[in-house]
């Protein structure tokens, strides 16, 4: 390595490099998502692997802990409070890298890329049992992980808590407790109220759920979405997978995903609203002139704060009267044909609030406990030995506690994600936290700029966007989450302003249109 | 490095990697053409770049050279030729990537990449100047290239001969000119008679090209081709892109690439032929169970080979007379129209036997000379220090000698095709010794097969995949391209068949239908 320049400079080269080697993966992933056969499953797992263990051995060296260190010798008191932050940030990323044995991190790599075609395959066939020995092996690596990770945490944290790091750093398992109870007691009788209510007026909704709104014409609305929220084709692009994700391939390249799904006419087009929220939030994270990218602050602070942004946009934007009032002609046009009977019947079919088994079809009011039964399981599966085998049974008891339903298979149980698939443990809490964030910071937003249903009743969402931009996203992870909401908003993160929002958005839905 | 096993199992594991790292190269590669948004250029070149030199840095490391000579000192003189063949192949590589400069190969993968991308601009606003530069420093670092590589060769060759060699391994520019002479003798002569004779009958196919065949209809129609010549969604994929292309991924994941051409209605079927043609070679390589795919034996022996494998199925099959006559029935129903009169008309329109600008465009009769043009030029541009600057003009003069043709603009001239802006040099007469080889593998599968025409009228397409699958795939690089011609045919390669076949063809053509 040249020794030239600060060490700051030469800190700054080895992250790029560390950067286009990640990016490449996601690359890979992107691919492997929307148009690899299936058949290269096993090459593109070697590929992740190589990358994987590369990624981990430029991230754990001692080359790199001295590039660190030497950055660190330099940092004088005048130093901006950003480069102090950032060096913060590589410190702790590399004490954690350091405790990891390469061999487990190559492994699971592998582990992920087969869970993920194992998975894909036994969803199709509703096969519990294929996927069982990819799940058991993944929980095995990952309780590894968190031991090998426990020597680096700054305090003391339960295995789930350490993989759950990675996404929502500074969680506890205590936290979530706190900020779950409200939903675990007001959710259900709220869920409840309606459905008493919705059996007089079901009918309408209903039929209007069941339309078939043609796979053409849902793909020219989502592009419409698109274009009036800013989308612009040379930074972006949108492609078909299994299960929609966003994700950054470069400074000025960016996905976004989606899937038509039969049955669900307006899915499609809440998941590019959602996705394309995901997609915002990282264009806006602070990388002008690619100078942030190779930097922590250049990333996203938490997914809890990635979902209450593609939240934002999906529910708060997408599901609001205003918007539905804006859409509904587009529509009806495209179908020529008015399944809801106007615009309040339109809404209403934005705004189902009937709980349903797939999470990511699920409206506001189902959406947490979703979360809270998913959080449950994987708590019981990394840290209360509960066997793998039980997971289908255990899913559609807790299910039917929780929401009244039961799966009638495991490719709409346990089976619809792909979050485990991947080894993802830990992840799931950030969905239902970007629910509170995301209403904490637009009561904020409507505070400063006024009713957010007055201003998408205007077509006013670059102003949203505009709010967002000098708020939220360039803050970077200059901020960790409950940071970000207490210094955008002025008080902790709660779950009252989200459950106050349902509380009178149910009011609104149910009262005379 | 572990040292366990023998040397040959090292070298194995070594090589493993490596072809790992250059298939996530092919894997962005094919990103970079099909979906990447245009913005993500000069990211998407700095990860190439990084990819290259870590694959320059393995190939020509030390340790790996360390690895070949050992395993060089264990071949016995009972070792399979398999293995004394990819040992030299390794060898005669390996000393080639000793002689590069690691700045030079990190250079010029950034060039190519940034050439790629300003070429997509310039070509799309026929704008040469703009492209100038770029070219200007590829042709710059290819030429240091050549210079650096000379001393590995281990006989003297001439810097655009250095450059042709990973293409067209021990071809000769004296071996190129007694190949080419009598198609600079017999073609044009033979383009002049097809023109004579086709004034009095032009007008019919003239209004057949102008065939406008939905872009639905052009998909499905491709699709159906495929679907019926063995493609394999499990293991293949399709897509769009500027300019049709086929690479591979990995063992076991073949992509292909086509475009829709406005005004030439029959342009995508015949590449997406062509493509599959490349495709099923690759498909056919030695590399059961993934044993060979890391070796020099599990790769094409040359592009002119490769070449001659898509110009089979494009040509000698999709142009068929028994071709057309079998597929106009359902290009003439999807249209719900017959503009060709039948099926004699639309074998006529697939072999309309008129000179035209574009090189993919062009059939059998002119595509020699297009070929013969780029060669000449690039030469020129190589060794003859012809300035960058009179290209467009050296192009449109050359055009109008060897086609009677003058471009319009540079778009549909010396910017058309995409081999320079990425620096390869030395690629395009691969293209005319394709139309030779498959010409001579055509006939001596026609005096085992019987006559192709026959063959095709009875859909035994599967019998000519078997036959070459037989003959010619499974041979990987044990002889190269002049090699595998004497051992398939029993003679040297020459252009004799070739023009023999062509004559018939405009016999067949001009004659009663």
Redesign the interface.
């Known amino acids: 390595m040249a020794v030239s320049g600060s060490a700051l400079d030469r800190l700054h080269q080895h992250l790029?490099?560390t950067r286009?080697?990640g990016?490449?993966s996601s690359?890979?992933y992107?691919?492997q998502n929307?148009?690899?056969?299936?058949?290269?499953a096993?090459?593109?797992g070697?590929?992740l692997a190589?990358?994987a263990s590369q990624l981990h051995e430029r991230q754990s060296s001692s080359a790199y802990a001295e590039l660190v260190a030497a950055a660190e010798g330099e940092l004088g008191a005048e130093a901006p409070p950003e480069h102090r932050r950032n060096l913060q940030l590589l410190r702790l990323e590399l004490e954690r890298q350091r405790c990891l044995d390469p061999a487990l991190v190559s492994a699971l790599a592998r582990a992920q890329s087969r869970g993920n075609a194992v998975w894909q395959e036994a969803r199709a066939n509703n096969d519990f049992s294929a996927f069982a020995p990819a799940l058991k092996a993944l929980i095995a690596l990952r309780r590894q992980q968190a031991s090998q990770l426990a020597a680096a945490e700054p305090v003391a944290r339960s295995p789930w808590e350490i993989l759950a790091q990675p996404f929502e750093p500074d969680i506890s398992k205590a936290r979530l407790e706190e900020l779950f109870a409200p939903l675990k007691a007001e959710l259900p009788p709220l869920i409840a109220a309606v459905a008493s209510g919705q059996a007089s007026v079901a009918a309408p909704s209903q039929s209007a759920e069941a339309v078939d709104l043609p796979e053409a014409l849902q793909e020219r609305l989502c592009a419409e979405l698109l274009d009036s929220w800013g989308y612009?084709?040379?930074?972006?692009?949108r492609?078909r997978s299994a299960h929609p994700f966003s994700c950054t391939?470069?400074?000025?390249?960016?996905?976004i995903t989606t899937r038509v799904v039969p049955g669900q006419p307006l899915s499609a087009f809440l998941a590019t609203a959602h996705e394309w929220g995901h997609s915002l939030y990282e264009q806006g994270l602070p990388r002008t002139d690619?100078h942030y990218f190779p930097w922590p602050l250049g990333e996203a602070t938490s997914m809890g704060v990635h979902e209450s942004q593609s939240l934002f946009w999906e529910c708060r934007v997408g599901r609001s009267r205003a918007f539905a009032g804006r859409w509904h002609g587009r529509f009806a046009s495209g179908l020529e044909a008015d399944p809801w009977g106007g615009a309040p019947g339109f809404w209403r079919a934005l705004n189902p609030l009937k709980p349903g088994l797939i999470r990511v079809e699920a409206d506001e009011l189902s959406y947490g406990l979703h979360i809270v039964l998913r959080y449950e399981l994987e708590l019981a599966l990394l840290e209360q030995e509960m066997p793998v085998e039980e997971l289908p049974s255990r899913w559609n008891r807790r299910m039917g506690e929780l929401l009244g339903l039961v799966p009638a298979s495991d490719a709409e149980g346990c089976l619809q994600d792909i979050h485990w698939a991947e080894g993802l443990f830990g992840y799931f809490p950030s969905y239902a936290l970007g629910h509170l964030i995301s209403a904490q910071l637009s009561a904020a937003m409507e505070q400063q700029l006024g009713p957010l249903e007055d201003l998408v009743a205007a077509g006013q969402e670059a102003a949203l966007q505009g709010w967002l931009g000098q708020h939220v996203w360039p803050l970077g992870r200059l901020v960790n989450a409950e940071e970000l909401v207490r210094q955008v908003t002025g008080r902790p993160l709660s779950a009252r302003p989200f459950l106050d929002y349902l509380g009178a958005k149910v009011a609104d839905l149910r009262g005379p249109h």
């Open positions: 790029h490099q286009l080697l990016s490449i690359a890979l992107y691919d929307t148009v690899m056969p299936a058949a290269g096993s090459w593109r070697d590929q190589l990358l612009d084709p040379r930074r972006c692009q492609a391939l470069g400074p000025q390249d960016f996905r690619d």
